[in-house]
C-alpha cells in the first residue's frame, strides 16, 4: 500500500485546545514537543518490560546507562533558548519551567529533591540529574533512593570535572529515517489527562525524547551480551559489527510486545495498515509500508520501515506478525539508505529421515 494510503488512514484531524495542543503529532509517525525535539509515546509498563528484556540481552546491567542516556539528551532540549534562565523572575521561576516540563511529558511531578508518580526509575533520575545540572551549570553526581514505589528522593554532589557539553552520538548504520519536521496537519491523539501524567487507552504512558535510544545504542557499543542469548533469530543484512545490537533492540521490542494483550487481526492487507498506524504511526515510532503479504501458505509479509530506531520497530512487527499468524516467524532484515525492509514467513520444515 502507498505512503499517500497509509497517511489517509490515520484519523482525524485535531483541533483540540488540550494540554498537549502544544505538541505535534504527525500522521506519518513523527511526533513533536512544543519546542519541536522529536519524541515517542510510550506506556510505562511496557517500556519498563522493554528495559528489563534488553537488560537481559547484556552481561552486566544496563541501569546506569539508560540514567545517563536520558541525562545527555535532556541536556540537548535544554540549550534551546525558551529553557534559559529568566530575565525576571529569577530561580523560582526557572525551577517552575523544567518542573512544567517534567509534569508535560509525563515523567512524574518534580519538587525540590523529590520525583513523585515517576514514570521509569532510572529515566525519571536521568532527567532530574540533566534539570539540577542545568540549573547548577556544573557537572553533578546524583544519589537517589525510592522507599516506595511513587516517590524517589535524590540529592546532588558538585564534581570536580568541567561541565563540557554534551556531543550527539555517533550510531551505526541502521537505515534511520531522520523525523519530518516539514509542517503538516496533525491527527488528534486521545490522552487522557490525570493529575500526574496522561494514559493512553489503559495504560499510564509518557512522551520518551528519540535521542535517549540514540545515547544508549552508543553507551552499548562493543558490551559482551549475555552467555544464554541468541542472535540467530534474526538475520540482518548487510552484516555488521553493530548486528548484535540490532538484534538485542529487536529482541526487548518483541518481549515486550509479547508482554502485551493488544490483539492482532489481520484477513485482507488493509488490516495490516490499520495495526502498524494504531501501533507504529499513532505512538510516533515511524511509518510502516505494507510492501507484500501472503494470508495462506508461508503467509509472508514484507513490511518497509521508515523510523528512528528500526531495530525497535522491527521487534514490535515481530511479535504482532507471530500473535497474528499463531506461529514463530523467520524474520529477516535488509537495511537500505533511510529505510529498513522486515522480511516475516513461517519457518521452513526439515523432514529427516527415521532410520
Same mark, same amino acid.
Given at each position: 500500500?502507498?505512503?499517500?494510503?497509509?497517511?489517509?488512514?490515520?484519523?482525524?484531524?485535531?483541533?483540540?485546545?488540550?494540554?498537549?495542543?502544544?505538541?505535534?503529532?504527525?500522521?506519518?509517525?513523527?511526533?513533536?514537543?512544543?519546542?519541536?525535539?522529536?519524541?515517542?509515546?510510550?506506556?510505562?509498563?511496557?517500556?519498563?518490560?522493554?528495559? %528489563?528484556?534488553?537488560? /537481559? #540481552?547484556?552481561? =552486566? *546491567?544496563?541501569?546506569?546507562?539508560?540514567?545517563?542516556?536520558?541525562? @545527555?539528551?535532556?541536556?540537548?532540549?535544554?540549550?534551546?533558548?525558551?529553557?534559559?534562565?529568566?530575565?525576571?523572575?529569577?530561580?523560582?521561576?526557572?525551577?517552575?519551567?523544567?518542573?512544567?516540563?517534567?509534569?508535560?511529558?509525563?515523567?512524574?511531578?518534580?519538587?525540590?529533591?523529590?520525583?513523585?508518580?515517576?514514570?521509569?526509575?532510572?529515566?525519571?533520575?536521568?532527567?532530574?540529574?540533566?534539570?539540577?545540572?542545568?540549573?547548577?551549570?556544573?557537572?553533578?553526581?546524583?544519589?537517589?533512593?525510592?522507599?516506595?514505589?511513587?516517590?524517589? %528522593?535524590?540529592?546532588? /554532589? #558538585?564534581?570536580? =570535572? *568541567?561541565?563540557?557539553?554534551?556531543?550527539?552520538?555517533?550510531?551505526? @548504520?541502521?537505515?534511520?529515517?531522520?523525523?519530518?519536521?516539514?509542517?503538516?496537519?496533525?491527527?488528534?491523539?486521545?490522552?487522557?489527562e490525570r493529575e500526574h501524567g496522561f494514559f493512553l487507552g489503559e495504560q499510564r504512558s509518557f512522551f520518551l525524547p528519540l535521542p535517549v535510544l540514540d545515547f544508549l545504542v552508543h553507551a552499548l557499543q562493543g558490551r559482551p551480551c549475555a552467555p544464554s542469548v541468541d542472535t540467530s533469530w534474526l538475520r540482518v543484512s548487510p552484516q555488521g559489527t553493530d548486528t548484535f545490537l540490532f538484534?538485542?533492540?529487536?529482541s526487548a521490542a518483541k518481549s515486550m510486545f509479547e508482554a502485551s494483550s493488544l490483539p492482532v487481526y489481520v484477513l485482507e492487507e488493509n488490516d495490516w495498515t490499520s495495526q502498524v498506524v494504531k501501533r507504529i504511526q499513532h505512538r510516533?515510532?515511524?511509518?510502516?509500508?505494507?510492501?507484500?503479504?501472503?494470508?495462506?501458505?508461508?503467509?509472508?509479509?514484507?513490511?518497509?520501515?521508515?523510523?528512528?530506531?528500526?531495530?525497535?520497530?522491527?521487534?514490535?512487527?515481530?511479535?504482532?506478525?507471530?500473535?497474528?499468524?499463531?506461529?514463530?516467524?523467520?524474520?529477516?532484515?535488509?537495511?537500505?539508505?533511510?529505510?529498513?525492509?522486515?522480511?516475516?514467513?513461517?519457518?521452513?520444515?526439515?523432514?529427516?529421515?527415521?532410520?
Open positions: 500500500m502507498s505512503e499517500q494510503a497509509i497517511l489517509c488512514e490515520v484519523g482525524r484531524l485535531s483541533n483540540s485546545p488540550r494540554k498537549h495542543a502544544s505538541f505535534s503529532f504527525r500522521p506519518n509517525g513523527c511526533f513533536f514537543d512544543d519546542h519541536g525535539f522529536p519524541i515517542g509515546l510510550w506506556g510505562v509498563v511496557e517500556l519498563e518490560s522493554f528495559f %528489563r528484556h534488553l537488560d /537481559a #540481552q547484556f552481561e =552486566t *546491567p544496563i541501569g546506569r546507562k539508560i540514567l545517563y542516556a536520558a541525562t @545527555d539528551a535532556e541536556e540537548l532540549v535544554l540549550r534551546h533558548p525558551s529553557f534559559a534562565k529568566p530575565r525576571f523572575g529569577g530561580r523560582k521561576k526557572w525551577h517552575r519551567l523544567l518542573a512544567s516540563r517534567s509534569s508535560l511529558m509525563g515523567w512524574g511531578q518534580y519538587e525540590a529533591g523529590t520525583i513523585q508518580s515517576p514514570c521509569h526509575d532510572a529515566l525519571s533520575v536521568g532527567f532530574a540529574l540533566a534539570h539540577e545540572e542545568h540549573l547548577a551549570r556544573t557537572r553533578l553526581d546524583i544519589n537517589w533512593r525510592q522507599s516506595q514505589a511513587e516517590v524517589i %528522593r535524590f540529592e546532588v /554532589a #558538585q564534581k570536580s =570535572t *568541567p561541565m563540557q557539553p554534551v556531543q550527539v552520538p555517533m550510531l551505526p @548504520d541502521w537505515g534511520q529515517s531522520t523525523p519530518d519536521s516539514l509542517p503538516a496537519e496533525d491527527f488528534e491523539l486521545e490522552l487522557e538484534s538485542a533492540f529487536a510516533g515510532m515511524g511509518l510502516v509500508m505494507v510492501l507484500e503479504t501472503r494470508l495462506e501458505g508461508d503467509f509472508e509479509t514484507v513490511f518497509r520501515i521508515r523510523s528512528f530506531h528500526p531495530p525497535v520497530v522491527c521487534g514490535i512487527l515481530i511479535g504482532m506478525w507471530e500473535r497474528c499468524n499463531g506461529r514463530r516467524s523467520e524474520a529477516r532484515v535488509e537495511i537500505g539508505s533511510g529505510f529498513v525492509d522486515l522480511h516475516l514467513r513461517s519457518p521452513s520444515v526439515e523432514y529427516n529421515e527415521i532410520i
